[in-house]
């Protein structure tokens, strides 16, 4: 038997699947306005992504994730302000040639802060390595000294609010609770145009794709199930000669990096970035996209964080007051009635449908009894059981990994 | 003979202490494991017997006293330095990972690609399942490669983790309780298992089942209160009075 | 910050800054107490602890309301009363989400943490729906308004006097009940064997939701003190679960003297700093600092070695 062919294309399928959404039907179907839309919600994927592997896989609930994401967005920002505050454009100001809001505040000279964001090389490296660098800091401070589980969540939690009250109180710094709005241009390219925001769109679906390769590359490789293994049973993991510190910090920061890439997108999709993306509640928010996808799930997190997102759009446009409640009743749900997610339905759909096979009968994976109206209800569903993301689960790839191992034995 | 001195063992524990919230778990312990020694610690409940192997392997660090591995300090350094220096630690409930398979619960016990990126560009080569496929054979567990841990008997789980601990091949195994809760059947081959495992290392058993501890023990060490109350041979121990005091009398 | 002041100018500050603490440091002590019960003694995140506490405030209000609409000559001791209700209401209202909710996730506490985050949101909204977007203010009656002058420069606020004699009474009483009572005792020994507690006898389901009760009933006394020191909105709450729950952590989950302790640091810190800093960086120095100290010493300043 070679279960690892079928898993590899049961993985090509549903992969081709949300390309097919994402790339023809959408663009297709929907308005530029509504397209830009999904591209804005797309990017809030890039971190729901991160959180499959650190907190699904790893058991590592950051609740700061929107840290990073600002971090990223706000490196980006940076440099689009700059490049749309030349002195001919900025001549009115007392000090022309600086963004408009640190005039405002009476500063006279470009922060030192700042300078290196005049170069686009250099914003690319930082928009990734600051917030991988604040990650590691933090993951050494915490991990090393073995913080987890609810505190290492607490303390992410204070994390973004202290960084959000920190951009609110340095308006001249950081453009304060408007954020860094008025972005034109990119590289001298008008990034408002209808046309400039399908091209991002399409961009966004690029480095999407991206990260989604390197998190199943990471989640099929043994620090994978290592990952598991640390969520499980972390004293084993440690009496087995690994330093689990590190391997924390390494997801810590891959999650970091995935949520920075996603937030220098947005910035460039929406024209803007402010301390509304940073907080508590954002932040947490991105862990129900994650939860609603199923946790363990990458391409689950996806179409998870479309759902959420959609939901909110078409709640408060028509009903404002119900999108609490409805957010609220989600995050309960989402623990205590189908805590595997958009993934625990569509696999027990996709078994519905499929003879069993013998040879995953015993299937760890098997999902408890789901509720299935949960889900049926939305739209978005009929995409999601034919992409059964069941391959991206480590609980797969232990059939992999078995049958690999038999075929060898044998 | 000459006398020995603490070199010639292969583990030293001399005046080991440590408290926990003022209560003495271990006090001014000395013991000492010989190479290709099983070794037995037996005491009443609360004598400090899991205590003494956690603060070898590194889990607890002791208040004062040293721990010497081969004649190396190692009460300093952190659990996973202290595996690779060969010392094993299998714990009094089975701890395996439940949601993955057997061979990849050992697979990841391999003593290869332990750090970040080792473990990320790890190749499941010929070598590592062969290697596999002898540990699971060697605790009986060769039908079960492909199941889900969580799904194994107690026993098996038993086995699964004392085969996670063969495949790093350490020199001084330690076992808390390794029987407990297995069937008699379960126990026997345990012991057979346990004597075959044990030729080419020391061993440090914490055990209650007098039966096993009979059927394997080179030499017992009775613990109470955190200091030793006895220590010899299987009869010596059980005909010492202090020892008879503590299981039996008030 | 501190060149441009003399000593004596100082100590004023400090001492001024630090009555005018005082009414934070209760709102603190007892958002913390009720927080550390429920996670200190069950292990149990609850994210919609600032709510109950917005709930015990809006109990206030009403109260308030209602006793100057109808009985004005009881105008003075409304607040007693208040204190009562409020710990009442809130109190029922966590009985019934540990029933619905919380009993089903005691063994998942990331999970908790995220489902009573729905809960937040969910009282949120309600508060907006039953009370509106507007904050709303408390009056005071006339005996608890204004303030004892120590010297010329220091004013001791009476209210916040009050709140606080309040506070430690309670804190007090929480002392007694889980340290010298045999509801604490049985407390105690569900946390530490919850198998063997039940074997014994001891009705473990019905000590969880007492505790929890307790906990929540607590945050809504909190509640009351908050009406002295800010307006209460719908949001109001979620800006103090952070900083309770660093209070808590930071005193060390299980012991009640260090909540006591770290609730006094933390709002002595952050009421002092605001004098030199503005509000903002005041807050954000202060919850560095406790940052900085939880990852030096993660087991809070209060904990003792165990055996893991």
């Known amino acids: 038997m070679n279960f690892a062919n079928t898993v590899s294309w049961r993985h090509m399928l549903s992969m081709a699947c949300l390309l097919l959404l994402l790339a023809i039907v959408l663009p297709i179907t929907l308005d530029a306005f509504r397209l830009n839309l999904v591209g804005k919600y797309l990017t809030y994927a890039f971190v729901a992504i991160g959180l499959v592997l650190c907190w699904g896989m790893g058991g590592i609930l950051s609740l700061g994730q929107g840290v990073f994401f600002g971090l990223g967005g706000y490196c980006m920002a940076m440099f689009l302000k700059l490049e749309s505050s030349t002195p001919e454009a900025t001549a009115i100001q007392s000090t022309p040639g600086i963004p408009d809001f640190m005039d405002w505040n009476q500063i006279t000279e470009l922060p030192a802060l700042w300078i290196p964001f005049q170069s686009l090389t250099l914003t690319l490296i930082a928009i990734i390595a600051v917030p991988v660098l604040f990650a590691f800091l933090i993951g050494v401070a915490m991990f090393k000294r073995r913080v987890s589980g609810v505190y290492f969540a607490i303390i992410t939690q204070a994390i973004a609010a202290i960084l959000t009250i920190l951009i609110v109180g340095q308006q001249g710094y950081t453009g304060g609770v408007n954020g860094i709005t008025d972005l034109r241009t990119f590289m001298g390219w008008d990034i408002r145009s209808d046309g400039a925001k399908t091209v991002l769109y399409f961009v966004t679906i690029a480095f999407l794709c991206l990260v989604v390769f390197m998190a199943q590359f990471i989640s099929r490789s043994k620090l994978g199930r290592l990952l598991v293994a640390v969520r499980d049973q972390e004293d084993r993991v440690r009496f087995s000669g690994y330093e689990v510190a590190n391997i924390k910090i390494f997801i810590f920061c891959v999650a970091a990096a995935f949520s920075a890439i996603g937030g220098a997108l947005f910035t460039l999709q929406v024209g803007f970035m402010s301390p509304t993306l940073v907080g508590i509640v954002p932040s947490i928010e991105m862990v129900i996209y994650c939860a609603v996808g199923g946790r363990l799930s990458i391409l689950g997190a996806i179409y998870g964080t479309l759902l959420v997102n959609w939901a909110k759009t078409s709640l408060s446009e028509s009903f404002p007051e119900l999108w609490l409640f409805g957010l609220g009743a989600l995050f309960i749900a989402v623990v205590m009635i189908f805590p595997k997610g958009l993934a625990g339905v569509a696999n027990s759909l996709a078994d519905r449908f499929r003879k069993p096979r013998l040879d995953v009968a015993s299937s760890p994976d098997m999902p408890t009894p789901v509720d299935d109206s949960n889900a049926s209800s939305t739209p978005l569903t009929s995409t999601t059981h034919q992409s059964a993301t069941r391959h991206s689960r480590p609980g797969s790839a232990v059939h992999g990994a078995a049958g690999a191992a038999g075929d060898i034995g044998a | ?250 | 910050m501190f060149s441009d002041y003399s000593w004596a100018e100082l100590g004023s500050i400090f001492a001024m800054q630090g009555f005018a603490g005082l009414s934070l440091f209760s709102v603190y002590l007892l958002m913390a107490l009720g927080l550390a019960i429920i996670f200190g003694q069950m292990g149990v995140i609850n994210m919609a602890h600032g709510e109950f506490m917005i709930l015990g405030a809006y109990v206030t209000y009403l109260c308030s309301n209602m006793v100057q609409q109808y009985l004005p000559f009881l105008f003075g001791g409304y607040f007693f009363v208040a204190i009562v209700l409020a710990f009442i209401v809130t109190a029922a209202l966590g009985a019934l989400v540990e029933w619905l909710l919380i009993r089903h996730l005691y063994k998942r506490p990331l999970d908790t943490l995220l489902a009573t985050w729905g809960l937040s949101l969910i009282l949120q909204q309600l508060y907006r729906t039953i009370f509106g977007a507007r904050e709303v203010g408390v009056d005071l009656p006339s005996w608890m308004l204004g303030s004892i002058s120590a010297n010329d420069m220091i004013d001791i606020p009476i209210n916040g006097l009050v709140v606080m004699s309040i506070t430690l009474l309670i804190a007090l009483g929480v002392y007694l009940l889980m340290f010298r009572s045999g509801f604490g005792r049985q407390t105690r020994a569900v946390v530490q064997n919850r198998v063997m507690a039940g074997a014994v006898g001891i009705n473990t389901e019905k000590v969880d939701r007492l505790t929890f009760s307790l906990g929540c009933g607590i945050a809504g006394i909190a509640g009351s003190a908050f009406t002295m020191v800010g307006s209460t909105g719908p949001t109001a709450g979620q800006l103090y679960i952070v900083d309770t729950f660093l209070v808590v952590v930071f005193g060390g989950a299980a012991s009640l003297l260090g909540t006591v302790a770290s609730a006094f640091t933390i709002s002595q810190a952050q009421s002092t700093l605001e004098f030199f800093l503005s509000g903002s960086m005041a807050k954000v120095l202060t919850l560095v600092t406790v940052v900085v100290i939880l990852m030096l010493r993660p087991q809070g300043l209060f904990a003792s070695k165990v055996r893991r």
């Open chain 2, 1 to 250: 003979m000459s006398i020995r001195t603490n070199t010639d063992y292969m583990l030293a524990l001399t005046d080991l202490s440590v408290s926990f919230d003022g209560f003495k778990a271990v006090d001014d312990l000395n013991l000492f494991v010989d190479e290709n020694e099983i070794r037995v610690i037996i005491g009443p409940n609360g004598a400090g017997k899991t205590t003494v192997l956690d603060l070898i392997c590194g889990k607890t660090r002791s208040d004062s006293g040293s721990i010497k591995f081969w004649n190396e300090e190692i009460s300093h350094l952190n659990e996973p330095r202290i595996v690779h220096k060969g010392i094993g630690r299998k714990f009094q409930t089975p701890s395996i990972y439940e949601d993955l398979s057997v061979f990849e619960n050992l697979e990841l016990s391999y003593p290869r690609g332990h750090d970040v990126f080792g473990a990320l560009f790890f190749k499941r080569d010929s070598e590592v399942s062969d290697r596999l496929q002898e540990v699971a054979e060697s605790v009986f567990l060769e039908d079960h490669l492909d199941k889900q841990a969580a799904l194994l008997s107690h026993g098996q789980k038993q086995w699964l983790e004392i085969g996670m601990l063969l495949i790093q091949n350490p020199k001084l195994l330690m076992l808390d309780e390794p029987v407990a809760g297995m069937s008699i059947s379960e126990r026997e081959k345990t012991a057979e298992l346990l004597n075959r495992i044990t030729r080419e290392r020391s061993v440090l058993v914490v055990e209650h089942d007098m039966k096993f501890v009979e059927d394997i023990a080179h030499k017992v060490t009775v613990l109470h209160q955190g200091r030793i109350l006895a220590e010899g041979d299987m009869d010596t121990v059980q005909n010492n009075p202090d020892v008879i005091e503590v299981y039996l009398g008030h």
